[in-house]
């Protein structure tokens, strides 16, 4: 288990990198992170769906897609963020795709939320989601332990008659580690229209107590699933702790 390494070097960033986070389980929480162990380079942050705006601590410079595409602003290092407009109940909008292109070319690493959960473990996917741009060249899915052996209703769910469909799942059932293994390779799910260089990270997860719980999931995935992943990471990224399964083409 690694305590010492930052996420960025688990997930072995490196210039250049475009990358989009989608799933449930602390997307807005892994795009700060990594913004903040990042900050001396020059890091580009954005959203293809809604987040809330940032704070002081989160960001250096905050920039709405008016006053970008209209001015050349020069990429400093630090933490930049982009978004459309501001929404009044706090949320930024996600900015178009051509002037996301144009500007993450001036910063040595972008990152993007590209899925929104509403704050639960699990969801269902619609037919727009997840929101990866095409320029994108790494998909990070996030997934939590959270979901299991609790009902597919919408208390844990978003969108849970796309989420039962998704899974083979009966009305009132609970969420099993076959439904979770099923949600996460689900060809119309979280990597749906990624890149090819995949990294599945278990966030939240307590290695010692929960490890062999991931290895049961990763086992009922299909092979075909495991083997696209770059590297499958597990732990927790508030703790900063984390434990690498390489994957098939790690």
Same mark, same amino acid.
């Given at each position: 288990?690694?305590?010492?390494?930052?996420?960025?070097?688990?997930?072995?960033?490196?210039?250049?990198?475009?990358?989009?986070?989608?799933?449930?389980?602390?997307?807005?929480?892994?795009?700060?992170?990594?913004?903040?162990?990042?900050?001396?380079?020059?890091?580009?942050?954005?959203?293809?769906?809604?987040?809330?705006?940032?704070?002081?601590?989160?960001?250096?410079?905050?920039?709405?897609?008016?006053?970008?595409?209209?001015?050349?602003?020069?990429?400093?290092?630090?933490?930049?963020?982009?978004?459309?407009?501001?929404?009044?109940?706090?949320?930024?909008?996600?900015?178009?795709?051509?002037?996301?292109?144009?500007?993450?070319?001036?910063?040595?690493?972008?990152?993007?939320?590209?899925?929104?959960?509403?704050?639960?473990?699990?969801?269902?996917?619609?037919?727009?989601?997840?929101?990866?741009?095409?320029?994108?060249?790494?998909?990070?899915?996030?997934?939590?332990?959270?979901?299991?052996?609790?009902?597919?209703?919408?208390?844990?769910?978003?969108?849970?008659?796309?989420?039962?469909?998704?899974?083979?799942?009966?009305?009132?059932?609970?969420?099993?580690?076959?439904?979770?293994?099923?949600?996460?390779?689900?060809?119309?799910?979280?990597?749906?229209?990624?890149?090819?260089?995949? +990294? %599945?990270?278990?966030?939240?997860? @307590?290695?010692? /107590? !929960? #490890? *062999?719980?991931?290895?049961? +999931? %990763?086992?009922?995935?299909?092979? @075909?699933?495991? /083997? !696209? #992943? *770059?590297?499958?990471?597990?732990?927790?990224?508030?703790?900063?702790?984390?434990?690498?399964? !390489?994957?098939?083409?790690?």
């Amino acid at each position: 288990m690694s305590k010492n390494q930052s996420l960025a070097t688990v997930m072995k960033l490196t210039p250049g990198e475009v990358i989009t986070l989608t799933g449930a389980g602390g997307k807005t929480t892994t795009l700060f992170q990594i913004a903040e162990e990042l900050r001396v380079h020059k890091v580009l942050l954005s959203t293809t769906t809604k987040m809330w705006q940032p704070t002081k601590e989160q960001v250096d410079y905050l920039y709405s897609q008016s006053e970008m595409g209209q001015t050349l602003i020069v990429p400093k290092r630090g933490r930049t963020f982009l978004y459309g407009t501001i929404l009044e109940n706090g949320k930024c909008t996600a900015v178009s795709e051509e002037l996301l292109e144009r500007v993450a070319t001036g910063y040595e690493y972008t990152v993007i939320e590209g899925d929104g959960s509403r704050g639960l473990p699990l969801k269902g996917y619609n037919e727009d989601e997840p929101c990866i741009p095409s320029f994108a060249s790494l998909g990070v899915g996030i997934v939590t332990l959270k979901g299991l052996d609790k009902e597919a209703n919408e208390k844990n769910v978003l969108r849970p008659l796309a989420f039962t469909q998704m899974t083979g799942m009966q009305p009132g059932e609970f969420v099993s580690e076959i439904h979770l293994a099923r949600w996460l390779a689900h060809p119309l799910g979280l990597f749906k229209n990624s890149p090819r260089r995949k +990294i %599945l990270l278990f966030n939240q997860v @307590d290695i010692e /107590k !929960e #490890l *062999e719980t991931v290895k049961r +999931i %990763l086992d009922l995935c299909s092979a @075909d699933f495991t /083997k !696209e #992943l *770059e590297r499958i990471i597990v732990g927790d990224v508030k703790k900063g702790e984390y434990e690498v399964l !390489e994957g098939g083409i790690g």
